[in-house]
């Protein structure tokens, strides 16, 4: 996993560094400073990644096929039930009869 995939992957779960780190068990700074990409213990990256998939982040790799290319990163379909309306900030709009344009 890639500093930028680490904080995409955070955003895509609506989640602010500290709430983040205490879920993950690590210090806000380690996770500061993982994604501003020092040099950390591949334990810390290995502990981070893991979150992120039980939270339902799906991490694709540089050489995994990809239409754009380059590494990356999806939601599961399959995500935990409840772990999205956790993190929506309007939980409502899940709703499929949502507006059109609504969004958490």
Do not use: H, W
Request: glycine letters at 10%; aromatic letters at 6%.
């Amino acid at each position: 996993m890639t500093p930028a995939q680490c904080r995409a992957a955070r955003a895509m779960l609506g989640l602010e560094r500290e709430e983040f780190a205490a879920q993950a068990a690590v210090a806000p700074a380690t996770l500061a400073a993982f994604e501003d990409g020092e040099d950390m213990p591949a334990e810390i990256g290995a502990t981070l990644r893991a979150a992120l998939e039980n939270a339902g982040v799906i991490f694709i790799a540089e050489a995994e096929t990809s239409p754009a290319g380059g590494p990356g990163l999806r939601l599961s379909a399959a995500t935990p039930k409840g772990t999205l309306k956790d993190y929506v900030q309007y939980p409502e709009f899940l709703s499929p009869e949502a507006s059109t344009g609504s969004g958490g």
